[in-house]
């Protein structure tokens, strides 16, 4: 009798750690899954047309979570993205709906946040880990001129214009960016260009995409990001990358 329920306990608290295995696994997996992002057989031409067959071929993946602001509708902001790459850069497409384009500071250095733009989030190596003052990850704003901006330390904003290449169509209310990116490792200082990487297949590379939405106001009044981030603080990206997901590259 005492060994039956010594049975029966031990097959409970199995069951019960099967179940929780389980959540386990499906709550990591539906917040991080590996994205691939399939190789380009022909040049990517950036000039903000998406008529290569590499973007025929590619996914979209929502730009839908809520980083910063209050909750928005479709008619304020709508976003999506896709993924490629070919042996010397990451390739990306952004389609942006949004109502109100600004773009109110001639100077690309100033509050450059609270303009409309791309914020592109790349860690070379996926390593994760802070990137506030340092290069162990990028956090790319690129405004509606094309100009990137990342700060290299405290208060130093710093024009990143030979990383990102990009041009943008815009239509009433859509905008079609299409980006060229550049990789550098973590040893990368500002104006060195050695630390330049290629992309290679099965490369895996920590990723994340958000737009700063201003419409009518002196600050943006969002910012929605690629990848769920838990939290009071989602606006982490910035100088966090342990928030990215990994995306790995396919032939
Ligand atoms: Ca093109
Ligand atoms: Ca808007
Ligand atoms: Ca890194
Ligand atoms: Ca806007």
Redesign the pocket.
């Known amino acids: 009798m005492l060994i039956k329920n010594l049975l029966d306990i031990m097959k409970i608290k199995y069951f019960n750690y099967l179940i929780l295995s389980s959540i386990l696994f499906l709550s990591c997996n539906t917040s991080r899954d590996l994205k691939e992002v399939k190789k380009s057989k022909d040049p ?9 067959s590499a ?1 025929n071929d590619a996914e979209w993946h929502d730009i839908n979570n809520l980083w910063l602001g209050k909750p928005f509708t479709k008619d304020d902001f709508e976003g999506r993205y896709k993924l490629t790459w070919d042996d010397e850069a990451l390739y990306l ?1 952004v389609e942006i709906k949004d109502d109100v384009l600004v773009n109110k500071f001639s100077n690309p250095l100033e509050r450059w946040w609270d303009e409309d733009c791309v914020e592109i989030f790349i860690d070379e190596d996926n390593s994760g880990g802070d990137h506030q003052f340092n290069h162990n990850a990028f956090a790319y704003h690129v405004d509606l001129e094309g100009n990137v901006v990342d700060i290299i330390a405290k208060d130093t904003p710093k024009l990143f214009n030979d990383h990102v290449i990009s ?1 943008r169509v815009t239509l009433d209310n859509t905008s079609y960016w ?1 980006f060229k990116i550049l990789l550098f490792n973590d040893s990368f200082t500002y104006n060195n260009l050695d630390a330049r990487v290629k992309p290679v297949a099965n490369k895996k590379i920590g990723f994340a995409l958000a737009y700063c939405d201003n419409d009518t106001s002196e600050h943006r009044e969002n910012f929605v990001g690629s990848v769920f981030v838990e939290g009071p603080d989602r606006d982490r990206g910035w100088k966090d990358a342990g928030i990215f997901e990994t995306i790995v590259l396919t032939e």
């Open positions: 990517i031409v950036i000039d903000g047309f998406y008529n290569e973007w497409l041009e299409e």
